[in-house]
């Protein structure tokens, strides 16, 4: 099985709740979404960026939705006591069970 493996941080100079943390996520999400609307034209504007540049920015939001997503995991474990690594490795169990990995 292929992973991508990366370590975001804890972002250590917030105070994020569970609410704040998931309408941020939302946030980013919409972000990553324009970002990728520029780059096919489905703004209906004309694309005045070229490819590489909206490519960054792409990978940019990315990471921004990312990091996001991990501090919201931080949140979960440190304010209510969620498992996350119990929990992917329930994750990795149901994506199995649905034959979306090949080593099924």
Do not use: W
Request: aromatic letters at 2%.
């Amino acid at each position: 099985m292929q992973q991508k493996i990366i370590a975001l941080p804890k972002l250590d100079n917030l105070t994020p709740t569970m609410e704040s943390t998931a309408l941020k996520l939302m946030e980013e999400a919409g972000e990553l979404a324009q970002a990728i609307g520029k780059l096919r034209g489905l703004s209906g504007e004309e694309v005045m960026m070229d490819q590489k540049a909206v490519l960054a920015a792409i990978t940019r939001e990315l990471l921004d939705v990312a990091q996001t997503a991990v501090s919201l995991m931080f949140v979960l474990e440190d304010q209510y006591g969620v498992d996350i690594q119990q929990a992917l490795a329930e994750h990795i169990n149901k994506l199995r069970a649905k034959k979306y990995l090949k080593d099924c």
